[in-house]
T-cell receptor, first 111, second 112 residues
Framework: KQEVTQIPAALSVPEGENLVLNCSFT??????LQWFRQDPGKGLTSLLL?????REQTSGRLNASLDKSSGRSTLYIAASQPGDSATYLC??????????FGTGTRLKVLA | SQTIHQWPATLVQPVGSPLSLECTVE??????LYWYRQAAGRGLQLLFY??????ISSEVPQNLSASRPQDRQFILSSKKLLLSDSGFYLC???????????FGPGTRLLVL
């Protein structure tokens, strides 16, 4: 059974710092991995989707990497801003239509 | 462009009452549709998904049910709510089964 873990559960950093969020999964037989952002009381916004054959994806200040063999993904946020404050969720697709979500990392960027 | 709507945004219901949450998608045809629940301190849990009208797959046995009466409409229902049904319910859609999922704004349900 696939399990997804995100560490740390919460993170508080000063503005301008580069930071790394971690996601690990127990079953390396995945189709893809997706990173989402969730603002308080809101739905999820997709940030990056990495197919199982890819090693990384980039969008603006965000870079996500995937190492299937070790069951890990990282989301790198460069030059963090207060507007980046949110909960970041990773989700792993182990089969068609099924995404298993982690419990998220709650990020606060201090001005 | 595609948009996804959910209503109501917030709902407070007594234990034992019925439930109907609605989700509609605009700007796309034959989407895959999903219902998730996010309970406090827990990750998102997939409840149901649908690949077409009238086709529903259940992921978690419980007192909830889902229906898809139209191509872009997905309904989550219950005949009798339990306290444990409280949570944040999210609807999502995707083009394919392994593609990016796009989420609605969610419905916060509190069962008292």
């Amino acid at each position: 059974k696939q399990e997804v873990t995100q560490i740390p559960a919460a993170l508080s950093v000063p503005e301008g710092e580069n930071l790394v969020l971690n996601c690990s999964f127990t079953d390396s037989a995945i189709y893809n991995l997706q990173w989402f952002r969730q603002d308080p009381g809101k739905g999820l916004t997709s940030l990056l989707l990495i197919q199982s054959s890819q090693r990384e994806q980039t969008s603006g200040r965000l870079n996500a990497s995937l190492d299937k063999s070790s069951g890990r993904s990282t989301l790198y946020i460069a030059a963090s801003q207060p507007g980046d404050s949110a909960t970041y969720l990773c989700a792993v697709s182990s089969g068609t239509y099924k995404y298993i979500f982690g419990t998220g990392t709650r990020l606060k960027v201090l001005a | 462009s595609q948009t996804i709507h959910q209503w109501p945004a917030t709902l407070v219901q007594p234990v034992g009452s019925p439930l109907s949450l609605e989700c509609t998608v605009e700007g796309t045809s034959n989407p895959n549709l999903y219902w998730y629940r996010q309970a406090a301190g827990r990750g998102l849990q997939l409840l149901f998904y649908s690949v077409g009208i009238g086709q529903i797959s259940s992921e978690v046995p419980q007192n909830l049910s889902a229906s898809r009466p139209q191509d872009r409409q997905f309904i989550l229902s219950s005949k009798k709510l339990l306290l444990s049904d409280s949570g944040f319910y999210l609807c999502a859609w995707s083009v394919g089964g392994q593609e990016t999922q796009y989420f609605g704004p969610g419905t916060r349900l509190l069962v008292l």
